[in-house]
């Protein structure tokens, strides 16, 4: 089955629930955090399905792989923001651990599809 749209990705769709789920749970936190902590989970959070997408739509492989890794980074980020939210008490630790398994989920399908990526690359033989 070929894909005709970065829509169409599973990887993608996933992100996009970590998105609103990222969203759900920015909105718990305390309105002295809203350009704060609140505004770093959704922009990090926000960057993974977007970084998919802009990688789909570059023409070469290694743009591509380059934008799987800054999705790949900017997943991490959002892990570690909703981490601080959950040490310093503004976010229930069972919310925390459902938005991190979310997370490991996306984090797995990223890792695939940039091994499988990787192995499309012509390897070069040095003597």
């Known amino acids: ?6 829509r169409e990705m599973l990887v993608w769709q996933r992100a996009m629930d970590l998105v609103v789920e990222c969203y759900r749970l920015s909105d718990a936190l305390p309105r002295s955090e809203l350009f704060g902590l609140a505004a770093q989970i959704r922009r990090s959070a926000c960057s993974v399905p977007a970084n998919v997408a802009e990688g789909v739509g570059r023409k070469h492989l290694g743009d591509y ?16 923001h909703l981490l601080v939210a959950g040490r310093v008490g503004y976010l229930a630790e069972s919310d925390v651990q459902r938005a991190l398994e ?3 989920e996306v984090g797995k399908m990223l890792a695939g599809l940039i091994r499988r990526l990787q192995s499309l690359r012509p390897r070069i033989k040095v003597p």
Request: proline share 0%; glycine share 4%; aromatic share 4%.
């Open 65 to 80: 792989l380059r934008h799987l890794s800054i999705a790949n980074g900017s997943l991490k980020e959002t892990e570690t």
């Open 102 to 104: 979310q997370s490991a």
């Open 1 to 6: 089955m070929r894909i005709e749209s970065y």
